[in-house]
């Protein structure tokens, strides 16, 4: 069984800075990519960013390309989400999930384990 926990997550201002981060259980983490998705309320979940299960390939949504970076430290089985410039509109709940393939998708049903969530809150 895959279990992630999410930390990091906490309220700031906008234009300040969070990083996230996911500890995977076990030896699965290595071999797959990972994502990072959010749901604010009253909307669907969205997909924000990914990483290959090398940590060669990342991909973004537009809306957080040139203010958030991924990254993973496989020998930790952590995967991170450095968030800058931060606004109002990206105050969601931020998952973290493990994807069922190597190469990094913006697809949520391409994700077969998530996290709990952590909650991030971004004031105007």
């Known amino acids: 069984q895959v279990q992630l926990v999410e930390s990091g997550g906490g309220l700031v201002q906008a234009g300040g800075s969070l990083r996230l981060s996911c500890a995977a259980s076990?030896?699965?983490?290595?071999?797959?990519?990972m994502g990072w998705f959010r749901q604010a309320p009253g909307k669907e979940r969205e997909s924000v960013a990914a990483?290959?299960?090398?940590?060669?390939?990342?991909v973004f949504a537009n809306s957080v390309k040139g203010r958030f970076t991924i990254s993973r430290d496989n020998a930790k089985n952590t995967v991170y989400l450095q968030m800058n410039s931060l606004k109002p509109e990206d105050t969601a709940v931020y998952y973290c999930?493990?994807?069922?393939?190597?190469?990094?998708?913006?697809?949520?049903?391409?994700?077969?384990?998530w996290g709990q969530g952590t909650q991030v809150t971004v004031s105007s």
């Open positions: 999930a493990r994807s069922s393939y190597q190469t990094a998708t913006m697809r949520q049903y391409d994700y077969a384990y």
């Open positions: 076990g030896r699965a983490f290595i071999s797959y990519a």
């Open positions: 990483i290959s299960w090398t940590g060669v390939t990342t």
